[in-house]
């Protein structure tokens, strides 16, 4: 349990009401302090017809409920429904993104073989015969590209951006009290981009407990010279609980 813990979250305003539930299920005092937002990007109608041709790619691939959702909006900007070929594969990394993805009438074919984009670029690599090598990348503009540069090894790539990351210089000036004053227990960083935004605001995460929701998350905050303190085995807001739950029960 997680009783009189004090834990930030730092998802965008729209996706951080999961993870709050969670906390405050388990008896934690849960807060979010938004550090990005997220906007679709939109591409031209004519270039995105074409990108949803019949038999123009074997595979889509979405990384994050946020590329489910700025992929569709886009199909149906164009088309009016959320109709794609029929022969197309839909892949996806972690729990949360199928179940985006089940929002539009389409179960994945592929989910969340490992526990991030390195594993599941390595399992398609590896099954290429059977997923086809025409593929699709709907990301986001600041997701790295090694999704990207391990799936060309063995396949024909196309990576469109759907949506773009925006830091926010503007935060809640009471929650921010809490880490400035080294009141918080953790806090919790869901994205690479998040914590990046999270530095520039803060100057620091100094004396903090962070917790990471994978392993992309967790790289990048050790690269800036921070520990992680708890890293979600599997991307879903469920396993980091579990985790949290763990890390907080040994001390």
């Given amino acids: 349990m997680l009783k009189g813990k004090v834990i930030i979250t730092t998802q ?6 999961e993870m709050l539930m969670l906390l405050s299920e388990k008896g934690a005092t849960a807060y979010n302090l938004p550090m990005i937002e997220t906007k679709t990007i939109k591409i031209p109608g004519e270039e995105f017809r074409q990108l949803i041709q019949p038999g123009k790619y074997d595979l889509l691939v979405f990384t994050s409920r946020k590329g489910v959702r700025g992929f569709f909006e886009n199909l149906s900007s164009l088309q009016g429904n959320h109709n794609l070929p029929p022969d197309l594969k839909i892949a996806v990394v972690g729990h949360a993104t199928g179940t985006e993805l089940e929002k539009y009438g389409y179960e994945p074919a592929i989910m969340n073989p490992g526990t991030d984009g390195k594993d599941l670029a ?27 540069a391990t799936l060309s090894e063995a396949a024909n790539v196309k990576r469109i951006n759907v949506y773009k990351t925006i830091p926010l210089s503007v935060v809640d000036e009471e929650i921010a009290k809490l880490v400035k004053n080294k009141k918080a227990d953790m806090c919790i960083f869901t994205s690479p981009s998040g914590f990046y935004a999270f530095l520039d605001v803060f100057h620091n995460a100094n004396s903090l407990l962070l917790a990471a929701i994978g392993n992309t998350t967790a790289h990048a905050i050790r690269e800036c010279g921070y520990e992680v303190a708890v890293t979600a085995p599997y991307p879903s807001g ?14």
Avoid at 122 to 136: A, F, H, M, V
Avoid at 238 to 251: G, P, R, V
């Fill in 12 to 17: 965008p305003a729209d996706q951080a009401e």
């Fill in 122 to 148: 390595e399992y398609i690599s590896e099954n290429i015969s059977g997923t086809g090598n025409k593929i699709l990348l709907a990301l986001g503009n600041k997701a790295p590209d090694f999704l990207e």
């Fill in 238 to 251: 469920q396993s980091l609980l579990k985790a949290i739950e763990d890390y907080f029960s040994k001390k």
